[in-house]
């Protein structure tokens, strides 16, 4: 190009040249600011991320360390006529060297107690297995071997071990083989003492009344009736009956009844006996023998049954029992019970069961065994509850108790089937029997006048812990379990929630910063004119 044409430049020409380099300009900006704007987008999401990936962690860290440590065991209740397997949750750090244990889940067997498969061994343990397996769910699975399982027999084996030692021996192993098969830690099976289960269910109850540690008191237990001392327990099973409380110590005049334990930092002096064969089943068997062999035919009329009741009795059975063999000779095979109705009658035959001669101390039960002075409050469970509860009489005096059991007594057989026709024939043809025996046992044998018996609370749970002696058992077990430091929390409770609070705003700050930026150029911009 020359340097005329350089020279001659157009209006039009000056324009253009002066327009292309603002466009450039512009078009750099434009640029720039998209990719600022986009920029601004993948900070805030960033940071978005950021902020609930640390929400949702310290949350579930948190809610982690809460049951990090914790620790489980199995404990299985093999009585006399059924068994039941408890699981208990307990934190890994223990207070005052005893675990604050939790009753978490209870599965009932079914069918009778282990003892009744003495003829049948190889089906002792089978209907178990619903139950451990439920067990198996219940427990996490990382603590299936660290979790222990433990199975305590009661008055049912006990019988069969006097009567046959083989078979009982026989059927616990039989057990064992099937509770081996499952993850757990093992521990073997026992046969209880009558006095470690009334120890036990003693420790139970005040455990669950908070009578060893006020720290569990508030948090867990509601109950107010229950005062500062520990409160005393009665057991009524099938096959045997215990009596436990703290009995006071200068009036101690027999140390054969007398246990210590060591708890939540503490030593109790415990009085408890176990009256094998007196539970309400066995008891009913041994007023049924003084009636057989105080009778001249095989008929009975029997006052402890309603009227136009009628029981075939085998005596065969009857005296072949640990409890009330005989060596006697019955020219009958079977006896024919008729039911006669009458509470004054039954009260007096049943007082023939007990023996209260030979009594070497100021003060015996029965059968020439010392008895403490009772005082204070008592918890009766078991049997001892469903029988008063079942005649709605659980917290009645006296008076009222004694008046409803005679008057419940006194009803023909179809009026009793007539007003409950949902229970079992068997439970309800023996009602009659139950609570006049528990009236005799608890007034005449331990000695609750009419005023102590208002100190008498029959209880079936306490909060949804059951009564009894498991986990007492399992209480008293945690003592040789090693505690194990306690997990910290990742933040107090207080900067839990703080954090929470802090997290879930700067979340919600962030969402609301990202919708106005995106927003913006449509509904928050300027109107141009």
Not at 242 to 249: E, K
Request: hydrophobic share 40%; net charge neutral.
């Amino acid at each position: 190009m020359s340097a005329r044409e350089l020279h001659f430049v157009g209006p039009k020409q000056q324009a253009f040249s002066a327009v292309v380099p603002l466009l450039g300009d512009l078009l750099i900006q434009g640029i720039m600011l998209r990719k600022y704007s986009h920029l601004k987008y993948i900070v805030i999401g960033l940071f978005l991320l950021v902020a609930l990936i640390t929400l949702i962690t310290v949350a579930i860290t948190q809610n982690l360390s809460s049951t990090r440590n914790c620790k489980y065991g199995i404990v299985l209740d093999a009585g006399s006529s059924h068994t039941s397997v408890y699981v208990y949750e307990w934190p890994a750090e223990k207070e005052n060297n005893t675990g604050i244990v939790h009753q978490i889940h209870v599965c009932e067997v079914e069918g009778p107690g282990i003892s009744s498969y003495s003829n049948a061994v190889e089906n002792a343990s089978v209907p178990l297995k619903h139950c451990m397996d439920s067990a198996k769910e219940i427990v996490p699975q990382g603590k299936h071997q660290e979790t222990p399982v433990y199975l305590g027999a009661t008055a049912g084996m006990r019988l069969l071990r006097l009567k046959n030692k083989d078979a009982a021996r026989k059927v616990l192993s039989a057990v064992e083989e099937t509770l081996r098969i499952y993850p757990f830690k093992f521990q073997g099976t026992r046969i209880l003492s009558g006095e470690e289960e009334g120890a036990y269910g003693w420790i139970t109850l005040n455990y669950l009344l908070g009578k060893f540690t006020e720290s569990i008191w508030p948090r867990v237990f509601g109950h107010t009736f229950f005062k500062s001392r520990t409160t005393g327990a009665l057991d009524l099973g099938g096959a045997s009956t215990q009596i436990t409380f703290v009995p006071d110590p200068d009036k101690i005049e027999s140390s054969a009844d007398i246990v210590n334990f060591h708890l939540y930092g503490k030593e109790y002096m415990v009085y408890t006996h176990s009256f094998l064969c007196y539970g309400k089943d066995q008891a009913l068997r041994l007023k049924l023998l003084q009636d057989v062999l105080s009778s001249t035919t095989d008929r009975l009329q029997d006052p402890c049954f309603h009227q136009g009741y009628a029981r075939t009795l085998n005596v065969f059975d009857l005296i072949t029992n640990p409890c009330t063999a005989h060596n006697v000779t019955v020219p009958y095979s079977q006896i024919q019970i008729q039911g006669d109705g009458n509470y004054e009658k039954c009260l007096e035959s049943i007082q023939r069961i007990f023996k209260t001669k030979d009594c070497l101390y100021s003060s015996c039960s029965f059968n020439g065994i010392f008895l403490p002075e009772v005082s204070g409050e008592f918890g009766a469970f078991s049997a001892f509850y469903y029988v008063m509860n079942f005649l709605n009489v659980t917290e009645k005096p006296m008076d009222q108790v004694i008046e409803t059991v005679k008057n419940f007594c006194s009803k023909s057989w179809n009026e009793v089937k007539d007003e409950f026709p949902k229970v079992k024939e068997k439970y309800l043809s023996e009602y009659c029997f139950s609570s006049t025996y528990i009236i005799s046992l608890l007034s005449q044998r331990y000695n609750f006048t009419k005023e102590k018996w208002q100190n008498i609370h029959f209880l079936e749970k306490i909060e949804k812990s059951d009564t009894g002696w498991t986990l007492g058992y399992m209480l008293n077990l945690t003592n040789m379990i090693p505690s194990e430091q306690p997990y910290t929390h990742l933040l107090s409770h207080t900067g839990f929630i703080s954090f929470m609070v802090i997290c879930s705003v700067l979340v919600m700050t962030l969402l609301l910063v990202g919708w106005m930026i995106y927003c913006k150029p449509k509904c928050l911009r300027k109107e141009i004119i």
